[in-house]
């Protein structure tokens, strides 16, 4: 049975690439918002963020009528629900999941559910949100059976299928990647898959919710591991006077290694976030887990005191940072080791402090460096005025640039471009 008509719910970074690939398959999709603007934007056939090639998809899409946004859900046959699932700041050092946003999707589909729809929960989520997101349903809608009641028989399926895609390479990855569907029932399952079949190329492989669940956090755990070795690594061999990028290329010609790369800290809405979801589940088991997101939060205070100690030499210290964003060639700041590195170095009062960001516009500088009176500047306004210049995100413009002009400056460069 193929779909007619599939809303999604939540149109960021995942929401709205898979609500337009979805209505480039000729689907007609609702996608709902709360935020106006971005309902606005979206009609308008533009874009709110900023993600290779999805402005000509959404354009292509909302002119043929196929996508359309709204703030209020409609009846559909499909909900996804592409909501963030953060964590809760505490100062007691644990990082409690929040699922108010699913909470919130959940009681806003509600009302518009009926007989035989599918809801997946796309959002990475911890171990039993797929369970809590059924109930919540089902609290709102006593005249309507969930598989927690009724399994295969149930009126409503439910599963968890959660996102994969890399930002930056979200438009292919959707389609290519392989997903895990983890269904609440087998019914459940083959329903999500029939779904996904519809636009991913990938395999589809069948599990149940809580396996899906855990198997995207342990994705990112894995990374947010495999990156703090990286980046204990590179303290090490500071200590010891190596370079750690020729190290780490050395040590991956053996077939069996693979070290990724050590950089400012790690960033994003993911890797910093979903690894504590399995810490908070089990703090007492998972111990290594928890470490390297210790190990990787810890990095920026590295870079900071790098950038101290080569700032010292100067009577009147220019530091340019080259890049905000979490990661290249994106415009994301979100939990951006680089973004909190210019925002305490400028704060320490180390000298005059100046950020190039490519990928944001003049309007679009973060509260903290307004505070901080660090202005934005091009990279070669930057570069001419800067005596130390420290490298935190690997953008393609700075990769690019003539690197000669970085040859009579102090170069921090936490990211190996210049290596
Ligand atoms: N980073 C390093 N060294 C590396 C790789 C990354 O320091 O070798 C840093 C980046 O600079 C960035 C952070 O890690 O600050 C995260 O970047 P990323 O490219 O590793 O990952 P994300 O957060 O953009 O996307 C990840 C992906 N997960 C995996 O690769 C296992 C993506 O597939 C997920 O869909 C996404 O998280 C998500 O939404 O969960």
């Not at 149940?208 to 591991?225: G, H, I, Q």
């Not at 973060?366 to 690997?394: F, M, Q, T």
Request: aromatic residues 4%.
């Amino acid at each position: 049975m193929s779909f007619k008509k599939v809303s999604v719910i939540g149109l960021g970074y995942i929401g709205l690439p898979t609500a337009a690939v979805i209505a480039s398959r000729g689907i007609e999709v609702v996608g709902v918002d709360v935020n106006q603007h971005a309902v606005d934007t979206i009609n308008n056939g533009e874009i709110h963020i900023v993600e290779p090639d999805l402005d000509i998809i959404v354009r292509g899409v909302v002119s043929t009528g196929n996508l359309r946004a709204t703030t209020i859900p409609e009846p559909a046959e499909a909900f996804m629900v592409a909501v963030p699932t953060p964590f809760k700041h505490s100062d007691d050092g644990s990082h409690e999941p929040n699922l108010d946003y699913i909470r919130a999707a959940a009681e806003a589909i509600a009302p518009v559910l009926e007989k035989g729809n599918l809801v997946i929960l796309e959002s990475t989520s911890p171990v039993g949100a797929t369970e809590k997101l059924a109930e919540w349903l089902a609290a709102a809608r006593p005249d309507l059976t969930f598989p927690q009641q009724k399994g295969d028989a149930a009126d409503i399926k439910v599963a968890h299928c959660p996102e994969r895609v890399l930002p930056g390479y979200v438009l292919q990855e959707l389609v290519s990647n392989d997903r895990v569907i983890g269904g609440m029932s087998s019914a459940c399952s083959e329903r999500a898959v029939e779904l996904y079949k519809t636009f991913v190329r990938g395999e589809c492989i069948i599990t149940n919710a809580r396996t899906a669940e855990m198997a995207k956090l342990t994705e990112n755990s894995f990374r947010d591991v495999n990156i703090a070795f990286a980046n204990e690594l590179s303290v090490i061999c500071d200590k010891l006077k190596i370079n750690v990028w020729e190290l780490i290329k050395l040590a991956n010609r053996h077939p069996r290694v693979n070290i990724l790369n050590p950089g400012p800290g790690v960033g994003g809405h993911c890797i910093a976030v979903d690894p504590w979801f399995i810490v908070d589940s089990c703090p007492d088991e998972a111990k290594l887990i928890k470490q390297a997101r210790l190990t990787n939060d810890a990095k920026p205070e590295y870079v900071i005191e790098k950038i101290i100690e080569a700032a010292d030499q100067f009577k009147k210290p220019v530091i340019a940072c080259l890049g905000l964003a979490f990661k290249a060639d994106i415009d994301d700041l979100r939990e951006s080791p680089a973004l909190q590195i210019v925002g305490d170095l400028a704060r320490q009062n180390v000298g005059e402090v100046l950020a190039v960001e490519p990928n944001i516009s003049e309007q679009e500088i973060p509260e903290c460096l307004i505070e901080a009176e660090v202005p934005l500047l091009s990279l070669k306004e930057a570069l001419e005025k800067a005596n130390v210049v420290v490298i935190l995100v690997d953008h393609s413009e700075f990769k690019s640039a003539d690197h000669s002009l970085f040859a009579a400056k102090v170069v921090i460069d936490s990211r190996g471009m210049l290596a």
